[in-house]
């Protein structure tokens, strides 16, 4: 045998992998982003953005079902991924299920997983409110039927699991992001809008039709200074070209070692002690569709 042929075969076997071992890795990177009611844990896979939401307060023992939505291309290692909550391992899916149970002392941690080992991880910061009184049924759809664009929105379906076209706005199907049972005949979800577009829309829900007002809302500055302090923030609400009647808009300080509102309108007893303020918008305060509110 030529010689060179021989040496050139070796060459080219120590470049080829062992047997099992890949030619490249997953790349894994985490980031989190805060709703009024809600958090959502993006785990970027390569190309591809997996995210779970979970409700930021509950008041429910029950595990928290949370529904994958997926972006993006798909990893080519898409096959080997999974997530992994409470040791349980989930193959990654558009509309997978995991379940997270909620005990008190334990992180409630997701990790994405492949064959081979931990890829990234993220801990969502729920708290869990734990009442001697049962948390009272509030309807969301019907009882405040005024939606900010972008941020997941609270349901209810009858004492089941939720299905997939449970929900709709406008014809479009809302995808469900997660799910907890309230008792055994309803069960509390948090719903996407697939589609965020300003104005009076329609959500179907099993339970009928609600129209439902959904402004845009814009506040300033987005980095409050201390040198110069800042004095108050502004409130800039779009979308409300067809408003009829006063609305009262709720505007949340969840970070009160920070900052402290004026006149704060209540408070919610959660680990941060939340400040709520209410602001009310009259018909007589648009213009153009658009108000602005000085909040000290």
Request: aromatic residues 8%; glycine residues 6%; contains cysteine.
């Given at each position: ?8 075969a ?15 890795e ?27 939401t ?9 595990p ?9 291309q ?10 992994e909550v ?25 990790a ?17 409110q734990?009442s ?51 008792d ?29 007002l ?48 004026g ?6 007893p ?7 303020r ?6 007589s ?12």
């Open positions: 045998m030529n010689p060179a042929l021989i040496l050139g070796l060459l080219l076997g120590a470049f080829l992998p062992a047997a099992g071992q890949r030619l490249s997953p790349t894994c990177t985490v980031r989190a982003e805060e709703w009024a009611l809600a958090y959502t844990g993006h785990f970027q896979v390569d190309q591809m953005d997996v995210a779970v979970v409700p930021r307060i509950t008041g429910l023992s029950s928290i079902v949370v529904h994958l939505q997926i972006t993006g798909p990893s080519s290692f898409v096959s080997d991924l999974h997530l409470a040791g349980v391992q989930t193959p990654i899916a558009q509309g997978a299920i995991v379940s997270l149970p909620l005990v008190h002392g334990r992180r409630a941690e997701f994405v997983v492949d064959t081979h080992r931990k890829l990234c991880s993220w801990t969502a910061p729920i708290v869990l734990r001697k009184k049962p948390v009272p049924y509030f309807d969301f759809l019907t009882g405040a039927p005024i939606h900010v664009l972008g941020e997941p929105i609270f349901a209810f379906v009858p004492g089941r699991s939720a299905l997939v076209d449970d929900f709709r706005v406008d014809g479009l199907q809302m995808p469900v992001l997660n799910e907890q049972a309230f055994r005949s309803i069960t509390r979800v948090q719903i996407a809008d697939p589609a965020p577009t300003a104005g009076i829309r329609t959500i179907e829900s099993p339970f009928g039709r609600v129209p439902s959904f402004v845009n809302v814009k506040i300033t500055p987005t980095r409050l200074e201390i040198n110069p302090p800042s004095r108050r923030i502004n409130v800039e609400v779009t979308g409300l070209e067809e408003l009829r009647h006063p609305i009262f808009l709720e505007i949340a300080n969840i970070y009160t070692g920070r900052m402290k509102l006149k704060c309108w209540r408070t919610f959660d680990h941060e002690r939340a400040q709520v209410a602001i009310e918008i009259r018909p305060d648009v213009k153009r569709g658009h108000s602005k509110h000085p909040v000290p």
